[in-house]
């Protein structure tokens, strides 16, 4: 079954506390991306990757990290994690990049920081 | 810059009833544009897209219509269901796949 899979669903860390949440396409997807998704605010894109080796900063990258080693996997990394960091977090891949290719979006991790 | 207004507040309504969320956006050139659904939770979901001008995009009863001359894209449906219920999210894709979302409207379906 074509998915995107991210882990774990739940977290809860305290402050400075460094954390990495996964996401694993099984669809030879290129593009892959993360988001936030606050209330009030809809969805923010944090960083999105076009390629292997190749990422580039979204909307809100402040306080995150990513890696793209592979083209399946795309972990998302907070170093020292701060409690504004508390949000709904999704990982979305597609094709390619381009209007034809839809983004598949995982279940999303939603993050607590105390 | 490019970005997506959606109508502010849930949406609740009942069952067989008429649906209508409204949606514009603002941006460079010609955006290709979806709406996205997400149900409880879950992630989001392509519903439907449109890619120029005067397309209709469509799927599970929902339609919406680019309108450039009104920089809309408006979603609705005949006669929702229960399970309708979920968030929706308007969006325009610009760049390199960077893809720009509204706010989201909760939609609440009774019986």
């Known amino acids: 079954e074509a998915q995107v899979t991210q882990n774990p669903r739940y977290l809860i860390t305290v402050t400075g506390k460094k954390l990495t949440v996964t996401c694993s396409q099984n669809?030879?997807?290129?593009?892959m991306s993360w988001y936030r998704q606050d209330p009030g605010l809809g969805l923010r894109q944090i960083y999105y990757?076009?390629?292997?080796?190749?990422?580039d900063k979204g909307d809100v990258p402040e306080g995150y990290k990513v890696s793209r080693k592979e083209k399946r996997n795309f972990p998302l990394i907070l170093e020292s994690p701060s409690p504004n960091q508390t949000s709904l977090y999704f990982c979305?891949?597609?094709?390619?990049?381009?209007?034809?290719?839809?983004?598949?979006f995982g279940n999303g991790t939603r993050l607590t920081v105390t | 810059g490019n970005s997506v207004t959606q109508m502010e507040g849930p949406v609740t309504l009942s069952e067989e009833a008429f649906l209508t969320i409204n949606c514009t956006y603002t941006?460079?050139?010609?955006?290709?544009l979806f709406w996205y659904v997400q149900y409880p939770g879950e992630g989001l979901q392509l519903l439907l897209k449109?890619?120029?001008?005067?397309d209709k995009g469509s799927n599970k009863g929902f339609e919406a219509t680019y309108r450039k001359e009104t920089t809309s894209f408006h979603l609705e449906k005949g006669s929702v269901q229960v399970s309708d219920s979920a968030v929706y999210f308007c969006?325009?894709?610009?760049?390199?796949?960077?893809?720009?979302f509204g706010k989201g409207n909760q939609v609440v379906v009774i019986p």
């Open positions: 979305a891949s597609s094709r390619q990049t381009g209007v034809d290719s839809p983004l598949h």
């Open positions: 669809m030879n997807h290129e593009y």
């Open positions: 990757s076009m390629n292997v080796e190749v990422t």
């Open positions: 941006a460079t050139g010609y955006p290709s």
């Open positions: 449109a890619t120029k001008a005067d």
């Open positions: 969006a325009l894709v610009y760049g390199n796949n960077r893809l720009a």
